[in-house]
């Protein structure tokens, strides 16, 4: 026994003479009690093998009815493709039968269909289009916003005077022959 079959914790058996599971002291057994024991011990090994055998038999019923199932599927598979192959000259004949309008009709509806997608698509480019309009709108707001201030800070840049500046250096650099 591995478990405890109270609170199914792992049992390790202890190093003293007595039982780990009900703590009862070893002694030596007698033939009645050795006998009791091989006893409780062949019937669950017999109950065991009763259900080896049920459950192998179960096992082989089960094949047979997925084998069985299978067969059927593909005979029906089959028939599908039997039943399909037969429609085929009955839909061509039931097509001529369709007077020419209901063709144009459904010809149209076909039309309408795939005019109402490409609105749809349209839809869905302007929408796009609005977006990047405002986004456009936004930033060229922050450029006027941010050139307004350039302009501010640049007045107050004195570019003459850095101008003279530049010059008079130039003019004192010794000259090298």
């Known amino acids: 026994m591995t478990q405890c079959p109270v609170c199914d914790r792992k049992i390790t058996p202890s190093q003293s003479p007595k039982c780990y599971l009900c703590q009862h002291p070893f002694t030596a057994q007698t033939d009645e009690e050795s006998a009791g024991a091989k006893k409780r011990l062949s019937f669950e090994i017999e109950q065991l093998q009763g259900e080896e055998v049920e459950l ?3 096992l082989e019923r ?4 997925q084998d ?3 067969d059927r599927l593909r005979r029906l598979d089959e028939e599908l493709v ?3 192959t037969l429609l085929i000259p009955m839909r061509t004949a039931f097509v001529a039968l369709i007077p020419a309008e209901v063709t144009d009709i459904d010809t149209r509806i076909g039309q309408t269909e795939e005019k109402i997608a ?5 839809s869905q480019a302007v929408l796009q289009r609005n977006q990047l309009s405002d ?3 936004q930033l060229r707001a922050k450029v006027e916003g941010l050139s307004g201030k350039v302009a501010a800070e640049a007045g ?3 570019f003459e005077r850095l101008s003279d500046d530049t010059i008079g250096r130039h003019q004192r650099v ?4």
Request: glycine fraction near 0%.
């Open 82 to 84: 039997e039943v399909e």
């Open 135 to 137: 986004e456009i709108d």
């Open 174 to 177: 010794p000259e090298h022959s």
């Open 56 to 58: 192998k038999e179960l």
């Open 68 to 70: 069985e199932i299978k």
């Open 118 to 122: 490409q609105l749809r698509r349209l």
């Open 62 to 65: 089960l094949h047979q009815e």
């Open 156 to 158: 107050n840049v004195p």
